[in-house]
């Protein structure tokens, strides 16, 4: 794998918004390509109405907010101490976008001048704010200012000092500056050993096809001239699915020393593993690596050329491509940086934003929330993900929690699911066993009745196929039999492939979902896999039992396939409604399991 090639790694689950995108796409070219009726016209009249409907509610919702007494969010309430907690300020005048949507509703457009005036407002009372608080001897460092999509700053503030901001007329809220996560994972809970397998993201390459996209691209409708951010943990701009299409980015990571060098403004590849300081671990507590790839693979699904030798494509590869760097080493960065780089699309003019990102809590009121609301009055369309935090009710956070962005959710696409009967022979006790299980995993572009054709001695793997469970056993060449439990099962795959197994069989254990049948899992096919059969406890115990009398051998007959109808809303899809006013979320759904895109090499650091 590499920068040259597509595949897939460990938590490069993404959000599906590539429908969604490729829908708003479609606004900005020739209405003569998808004809016309009077019941289009008729539906087209009562969607201007629910738009409207949905911006008046939006408008209402800032403008209550902001007439309010000045508030601090609950989360901030109790702070107390010499802490320099992290904080986003609001501030009583009507950002440039909000008073553009506003104009908006009447009808109207709001001028260069005045847009102007109403800029040099904000920087009169943000200017006010900080001698307030200099004068009542409040300890900040200032962070981003907003004058665009919203009006106020990032600022440090010392936990004392919290509640003496209210005492300033001009600020209205003060809310916590949130971390937000690529592929969005709740922190405070750990990942079960399934989760951890379904946030794997295989391979897809049939979207296109299951999509009915080759239908638009055959109108000519490709995404030519149209500006599309991708905000998430950068790029790597050397790939060749991006070559003629990436037409720039900025880094909104300030420097810390979280990273060993400083960065250009417009500097957004990806977090490099040769920025790691030594301080700092290769895997958080969260199992997540500190170098990054998922901006990179978002925007491949977007919007790769089709610059490989399997023909597969991101859905509008014609579009002009922008990356912005907001999420920083192990895919994190806090919402201010990505407030800032909102507020930078909408300044620069692009015409649509992505953002497959999330954190924080189900509310509508939160900052970014307002900032994409804006940012839509601006004309310049967000399309966000939902989250991966369903299937439970409520679930959805920020930024799907937006009114007026378009919020994504994350369906199954049809899969192709390969099954073989095992047969195994252990000859010290005349033991045989022959029936017929799925394949887990396979890999990809290659045909398993090639792959597995013949027999291979069968090696039972103690413990549960954790790296140091194959020291002193030999499995080159061989099939390795392995438990589930504890670990991911693409570790137990990739260690068995690292020992040189040309395949695995993982069984299901006690305790397992399924037990005493198979787990009943489909990671789907990557490069990065061997064939892997999915078995039963029952007869895993069974076989290994067996193989403690002597060596076994197996052999793999009769494959099939068969097709699943996909179109099904995955588990980990979070789910509406938002708070407080039950917005039902997400808007649309589309395909964003078993994805496949591109991944970075990291060439500046890496030869």
């Known amino acids: 794998e590499g920068g040259n090639s597509l595949g897939n790694r460990k938590f490069t689950k993404i959000f599906s918004s590539f429908l969604a995108l490729l829908m708003v796409i479609s606004l900005f070219l020739p209405a003569a390509a998808f004809g016309t009726s009077a019941q289009a016209n008729y539906e ?38 010499n802490e320099m907690v992290r904080v986003i300020i609001h501030l009583s ?48 460092k200032k962070g981003y200012t907003y004058d665009t999509v919203l009006n106020g700053f990032a600022a440090e503030v010392k936990a004392d000092d919290l509640e003496k901001l209210l005492e300033i007329t001009d600020i209205t809220l003060v809310e916590p500056d949130t971390i937000m996560y690529a592929a969005e994972k709740d922190p405070g809970n750990s990942s079960s050993e399934l989760e951890k397998d379904i946030e794997f993201s295989p391979m897809m390459d049939t979207s296109i096809d299951h999509l009915g996209i080759g239908a638009i691209w055959e109108e000519g409708i490709k995404g030519k001239g149209v500006k599309v951010a991708v905000l998430d943990t950068g790029i790597d701009p050397d790939h060749p699915e991006f070559q003629g299409i990436y037409k720039g980015g900025k880094n909104f990571i300030p420097h810390s020393s979280d990273y060993n060098r400083e960065r250009a403004e417009d500097d957004a590849r990806e977090t490099s593993p040769a920025e790691r300081p030594d ?63 909102v507020e930078e699309a909408v300044n620069e003019e692009m ?5 497959s990102l999330g954190g924080g ?38 930024p799907g929690t937006s009114r007026l962005a378009i919020t994504v959710g994350n369906t199954t696409k049809p899969e ?100 005493p049948g198979p787990a009943d899992i489909l990671l789907g096919d990557s490069f990065a896999f061997i064939p892997t059969i999915d078995m039963s406890q029952t007869a895993g115990d069974e076989i290994r039992a067996a193989l403690e009398v002597g060596p076994g051998t197996v052999t793999f007959t009769d494959f099939s396939t068969i097709e699943t109808e996909g179109d099904e809303l995955n588990d980990s899809s979070s789910r509406g409604p938002s708070n407080p006013h039950f917005n039902i979320k997400p808007d649309v759904l589309a395909p964003g399991t078993n994805v496949m895109s591109t991944i970075p090499a990291y060439t500046s650091d890496f030869s």
């Open 361 to 398: 809590s189900n509310t509508e009121n939160d900052s970014l929330s307002y900032a994409l609301n804006n940012a839509m009055m601006a004309d310049v369309i967000a399309v966000v993900s939902s989250g991966n935090s369903g299937p439970g009710r409520g679930t959805v956070t920020p």
């Open 93 to 140: 005048e009507n950002p440039v976008a909000l008073e553009q949507g506003i104009e908006k509703v009447k009808g109207k457009t709001l001028t260069s001048s005045k847009a102007q005036e109403i800029r040099n407002k904000i920087n009169e009372q943000q200017g006010r704010v900080d001698r307030e608080m200099a004068l009542k001897g409040i300890t900040f």
């Open 44 to 81: 087209k009249e009562q969607n201007i109405d629910k738009e409207t409907l949905e911006l008046k509610a939006a408008i209402i919702e800032q403008l209550e907010n902001s007439d309010r007494l000045p508030r601090l969010h609950e989360e901030l309430q109790n702070k107390a101490g």
């Open 416 to 515: 192709t699911e390969h099954s073989a009967v095992v047969n195994v022979s252990v000859p010290n006790n005349d033991y045989s066993f022959s029936e017929e299980f799925k394949f887990m995993a396979t890999t990809y572009g290659q045909d398993l009745t090639e792959q597995l054709n013949g027999e291979y001695e069968l090696v039972a793997i103690p413990g549960i196929g954790e790296v140091s469970d194959f020291e002193g056993i030999d499995v080159e060449g061989k099939v390795a039999l392995i438990s589930r439990g504890q670990i991911p099962f693409v570790d137990k795959i990739a260690n068995a492939k690292e020992n040189g197994a040309v395949a695995t069989i993982i069984h299901n254990f006690s305790g397992g979902t399924n037990e």
């Open 279 to 341: 301080h700092l671990p290769e895997i958080d507590e969260r199992g997540y690596e500190y170098w990054t790839q998922h901006g990179t693979h978002v925007a491949g699904t977007i919007a790769a050329i089709g610059a490989n030798e399997y023909g597969i494509q991101g859905i509008a590869p014609e579009i002009d491509l922008y990356a912005y760097r907001v999420l920083g080493a192990y895919g994190s960065g806090y919402t201010s940086h990505i407030i800032a780089a």
């Open 351 to 355: 015409d649509i934003i992505n953002l």
